[in-house]
């Protein structure tokens, strides 16, 4: 009983110290939001230039019974369908390389060249032979955050423990299963990492390429409000890019947690 | 020691040859037998090249110069005949202290319960209950090592490859496991090449102890240590700290080579 009533103030402790924690994060995002409304609301600018934001929200509020979830739908679609195909694509041919002198050779000075490259100035050709629509903008964003998920793998199975490869050939694993059953869950932390790069790079490609080509999408509405002039639906616009962003490298975040229960920073706290 | 011996090492020598630098030889034209149930360590100072000869019994090298067999057969790979522990555990950390002692069984295509009773015994075997679903992260260094143990002795081995086992862990958890596993290979024999520089440990653990010279590695000399280790004051008992006089002073000299003969 003793321990009981102990442990209760510990945990409120704990709780206040995390919510503490949370409201100290926030508020420099509420401070940044509030510090727009004034300056806005101040007349040192036009609406135009910049509409407050609670002008912003009240337009939300109108899109979301409008486009806004077409919107949001496809560009999420765009972007995960392309980061999930450049995802698995990126961790094969990481694998392969690590894995055959022959795949090394072949795309190793492909990765060299191609990484540092802007890809997007791709798009033009992309545009002439793929057309404007789905497969085009998802096939950009494949080909960009494809990148960081093969060096990522690389780096990860190279700093694979020979001691821990040994240890599964002694108890009679074959070489398939060494790839799959230690090298690869050995290696996990970094290919996540290398996702959790890959995944920012694909939801901004999905928009610039929806900005580029036009059409439904948060990029492709932000673009038609700009040439309407609608200031206050290009900010919208982007205040749903920021938000769309935020909870997808948040659910990215859970997920590596979810995955590395296992290791030493599952106990650490986050700082993604 | 049974009349054939279980191990034959016979005029091995190894090379590495890094990307980069320079060639260095690790093992010069050595030659050691082991019999069957025999407790043997590799004595020496670091970088005599003692793992080098471990790895290669392992099967975890290419044999490049000379030959080694067991029970007659040429070692040609790794194979759960000979188990290996390391130093640094060499755990999988994803996976948890049950899972990690199961792998070799799982390979092995042990059915489900058979598998499940053999690893709840090990576990008992190395004094990890309530550990089961613990992962590495969560364990101490003893502990760790009772789990690669257990993971290595689950396979049944007949050839057990220590690596500085105790290497890593403190001095009172080092003196633990020193007395843990001299009973346990009392209760269940193997043998044992185990690979260490700490000559009480040598003395204390093996039959013979083989001391290696110090770069290229050659077995300098064999000594015998077989005596009753089960006494609660072998540690002050005449005989062993005779033992421990002997081969430090001929570890010494290969010591101060190792230190590039500045002494110590």
């Not at chain 1, 992309?126 to 494949?142: A, E, F, P, R, T």
């Not at chain 1, 490609?205 to 999408?217: D, R, T, W």
């Not at chain 2, 576990?123 to 990890?128: F, N, S």
């Not at chain 2, 072998?234 to 430090?248: C, L, Q, R, S, T």
């Amino acid at each position: 009983m003793a321990g009981v009533a102990h442990a209760e103030p510990i945990d409120a402790a704990r709780f206040f110290s995390a919510a503490g924690l949370v409201v100290a994060r926030s508020s420099v995002v509420v401070l940044l939001l509030v510090g727009w409304e004034l300056f806005a609301r101040s007349g040192a600018v036009t609406m135009f230039v910049l509409p407050p934001l609670s002008a912003v929200l009240e337009r939300i509020w109108i899109d979301a019974s409008g486009d806004l979830w077409l919107n949001v739908g496809l560009t999420l679609y765009r972007a995960v369908v392309g980061f999930l195909i450049a995802a698995v694509a990126g961790i094969m041919l990481g694998m392969a390389i690590s894995r055959s002198a022959v795949a090394r050779w072949f795309f190793d000075p492909i990765i060299s060249v191609g990484f540092p490259m802007p890809k997007i100035a791709f798009l033009p050709i992309v545009i002439l032979w793929l057309g404007v629509y789905d497969v085009s903008k998802i096939s950009m964003v494949v080909f960009d955050a494809i990148f960081p998920v093969v060096t990522a793998t690389i780096i990860g199975i190279q700093g694979v423990e020979k001691e821990l490869i040994w240890s599964a050939r002694n108890m009679g694993a074959s070489k398939r299963e060494v790839m799959w059953q230690v090298v690869l869950p050995a290696a996990l932390p970094q290919i996540l990492t290398g996702l959790q790069v890959a995944l920012p790079i694909a939801l901004i490609v999905a928009i610039v390429a929806e900005m580029a080509m036009g059409g439904y999408g948060l990029g492709g509405a932000m673009m038609t409000s700009s040439r309407f002039a609608d200031s206050r639906g290009v900010f919208a616009a982007l205040v749903e890019i920021a938000i769309v962003g935020y909870v997808l490298v948040k659910l990215m975040a859970v997920l590596r947690r979810r995955l590395l229960v296992w290791h030493q920073e599952a106990s650490e706290p986050a700082t993604v | 020691m049974s009349s054939q011996p279980q191990i034959v090492i016979e005029g091995v020598s190894h090379v590495y040859r890094p990307t980069r630098g320079k060639e260095v030889t690790a093992l010069e034209n050595v030659s050691l037998q082991v019999g069957q149930r025999e407790f043997l360590a590799l004595l020496g100072p670091s970088g005599c090249g003692k793992s080098t000869l471990l790895y290669l019994l392992g099967g975890f090298l290419p044999i490049e110069k000379g030959s080694i067999s067991v029970d007659g057969k040429p070692v040609a790979g790794p194979g759960p005949d000979r188990g290996i522990v390391f130093q640094h555990f060499a755990l999988f950390p994803w996976k948890t202290v049950r899972a990690n002692i199961a792998y070799g069984l799982e390979r092995q295509g042990m059915a489900r319960e058979q598998r499940e009773a053999r690893v709840q015994s090990l576990v008992d075997l190395v004094g990890l209950s309530g550990f089961e679903d613990s992962y590495p992260s969560q364990l101490s260094g003893g502990m760790k090592q009772r789990t690669a143990l257990a993971r290595t002795l689950a396979f049944e081995p007949a050839i057990l490859l220590m690596d500085e086992p105790f290497g890593a862990l403190d001095a009172q958890t080092r003196h633990l496991m020193q007395t843990e596993l001299l009973s346990i290979w009392q209760r269940t024999p193997k043998t044992v090449i185990f690979v260490t520089h700490d000559v009480q440990e040598a003395v204390y653990l093996a039959d013979r102890v083989a001391v290696m010279s110090a770069r290229p590695g050659r077995i300098k000399t064999i000594v015998d240590t077989k005596f009753d280790k089960n006494s609660r004051d072998v540690f002050k008992a005449p005989h062993f700290v005779d033992k421990v006089d002997e081969i430090w002073n001929l570890v010494r000299d290969e010591a101060i080579k190792a230190q590039g003969g500045r002494g110590m």
